[in-house]
Nanobody
Framework: QVQLVESGGGLVQAGGSLRLSCAAS????????MGWYRQAPGKQREMVAS???????NYADSVKGRFTISRDNAKNTVYLQMDSLKPEDTAVYYC?????????WGQGTQVTVSS
C-alpha cells in the first residue's frame, strides 16, 4: 500500500518560513518524479514545485525565489522549504509522486499565513 504523508504545516506570520516534509512508503521515490501542489479555498489546485527523479526542479512563478524543493532518496522523503511566506500562500499543500502515468497523492497539510 502506497502512502504519502505530509507534515510541517501550520500557522505562520507573513515573512516567516515553514518546511514541509512528505514521507513515502510503499514506493521507492528515487524512481519517481515528485512534487507539491496546493489548493486554496474556492480555487483550483495548482502546481507549486516539482523535482524529477534526476533532480531537475520546476517552480510556479508565484513561488520562484522563495520556495525550494528537495529530495532525500535515502530517507524516501521530499521537502518543500518555504521562505518569505505571504498570505496568498495560504492553502492545503499536497505531495505527489508520479511515474509512468501512475500517480499517488498525500492527504495534504494546511498552511496558513497571517498578515
Amino acid at each position: 500500500q502506497v502512502q504519502l504523508v505530509e507534515s510541517g504545516g501550520g500557522l505562520v506570520q507573513a515573512g516567516g518560513s515553514l518546511r514541509l516534509s512528505c514521507a513515502a512508503s510503499g514506493i521507492i521515490i528515487s524512481i519517481y518524479d515528485m512534487g507539491w501542489y496546493r489548493q486554496a479555498p474556492g480555487k483550483q489546485r495548482e502546481m507549486v514545485a516539482s523535482i524529477t527523479r534526476l533532480g531537475s526542479t520546476n517552480y510556479a512563478d508565484s513561488v520562484k525565489g522563495r520556495f525550494t524543493i528537495s529530495r532525500d532518496n535515502a530517507k524516501n522523503t521530499v521537502y518543500l522549504q518555504m521562505d518569505s511566506l505571504k498570505p496568498e500562500d495560504t492553502a492545503v499543500y499536497y505531495c505527489y509522486a508520479e511515474r509512468s502515468f501512475r500517480n499517488y497523492w498525500g492527504q495534504g497539510t494546511q498552511v496558513t499565513v497571517s498578515s
